[in-house]
């Protein structure tokens, strides 16, 4: 498939729509914070399960790092470069808990020897996350924790990178779709999925429409802002479209 | 290019993404819409710059003279903010030495405390973990830390 543009591979999205959050956020739009949470909340989440930590540090953690995005607002990083910089700051966030709670001990026996302060907050270059070194078709959909080696490396980082922005923009295409689909596909990808009997009995329309309908409401998924631009900034990493 | 996946990948994609979303419970969600509350506040964000407990090169000289000694530094672009736990109290001095006010809040409440003309306070009990401190001088300059569990 041809694409026409070319951009600089960037960390982060070409959906306008989402690539202007953090400005309106920092012009004091609430709703644009909320939405910069809700897309990247379950990437913060994740990294945080490569950890031991209970509820209590996970709020620490949260707190901490959508705080210092909170200071971050309105300056740089680049909103392309901002789910680098927040997946970077959890990780720290989630070292120093882990650390502190591990208490004192003797220096040189800490398994993960990066020290919490390794990653200043202001200083996070995007560069740094090998984003671009992760064949997009290589990243495993279901990253469980890593048990051997450091729990979060800069790898399993650029893979958290890669599928918070490929997920945030599937969860906005779903909200794009026109009114009919929504529920349409909502029922297919719950869980578990519903049959069609019970979608044909919950939505009103005969059972061999369905896939007609499942068609045309994922033809119109692909032709969504946030796809289109979620293909865009991938186009030029490794495993992109070789034709491009 | 995600714009050739045929429609059971598509599918399963989509399937994978509202799992996700699903997997975070509501209230990290709501931890971090709250964070907002902060934006355009007035305070510059102090970052933990020193602990005790985690800074290697301490570590060892705190083990062999007292290991229940805890400090930790807060640093901003214009002041610090020493703590070390003593006791029942948490001890406290702000560098460069000035007088002003402490707020200490928790989830729950939020108490104030006197900060004398050589920096120093004294907060007792010890706030709930986790908590945050916040500090404005008689000049003026404000400066809150991150969030802190002791």
């Known amino acids: 498939m041809g694409l026409k543009a070319s951009r600089p591979g960037l960390a982060g999205h070409g959906d306008p729509a989402a690539a202007a959050l953090p400005a309106r956020a920092a012009a004091g739009d609430q709703g644009a914070w909320d939405e910069i949470v809700e897309r990247y909340a379950p990437m913060v989440w994740s990294i945080c399960t490569r950890f031991p930590l209970s509820d209590r540090d996970l709020e620490d953690v949260a707190q901490n790092v959508w705080l210092q995005l909170v200071e971050q607002l309105g300056k740089p990083p680049e909103p392309a470069a901002l789910v680098g910089w927040l997946a970077a700051a959890t990780r720290r966030e989630c070292r120093r808990v882990v650390t502190a709670a591990r208490g004192p001990e003797p220096p040189g026996t800490q398994p993960d020897a990066v020290p919490v302060d390794a990653v200043p907050v202001d200083a996070v270059p995007v560069d740094a996350v090998p984003v671009d070194a992760v064949p997009v078709d290589a990243v495993p959909v279901d990253a469980g924790p890593v048990d051997a080696g450091p729990v979060a490396d800069d790898a399993v980082l650029g893979e958290e990178i890669i599928m918070a922005e490929r997920h945030a923009a599937l969860r906005a295409a779903l909200a794009e779709l026109p009114a009919p689909c929504q529920p349409l596909i909502g029922m297919l990808v719950s869980d578990p999925p519903h049959s069609d009997a019970a979608i044909s009995t919950a939505l009103g329309i005969p059972a061999e429409s369905i896939g007609p309908r499942l068609a045309r409401c994922l033809e119109w998924m692909r032709e969504s802002s946030a796809l289109l631009g979620l293909a865009e900034a991938g186009a030029n990493r490794p495993g992109g479209d070789p034709g491009a | ?150």
């Open chain 2, 1 to 150: 290019m995600r714009n050739d996946w045929d429609d059971e990948q598509l599918l399963a994609e989509l399937r994978e993404a509202m799992r996700a979303r699903r997997a975070v419970p509501s209230w990290f969600v709501g931890t971090g819409k709250s964070a907002y509350a902060w934006h355009n506040i007035d305070a510059e964000l102090a970052q933990l710059t020193y602990d005790s407990q985690t800074d290697a090169d301490r570590v060892a000289v705190v083990r062999s003279e007292n290991a229940s000694i805890r400090a930790l530094t807060f640093t901003s672009a214009h002041l610090s903010i020493e703590l070390e736990v003593a006791g029942d109290s948490l001890l406290g001095q702000v560098i460069p030495l000035q007088a002003g006010t402490l707020e200490a809040r928790t989830k729950a409440a939020v108490t104030t405390s006197p900060v004398d003309e050589a920096g120093f306070f004294a907060l007792e009990p010890i706030p709930a973990s986790p908590f945050q401190l916040r500090f404005r001088a008689t000049d003026g300059a404000y400066v809150m830390t991150g969030w802190i569990t002791l």
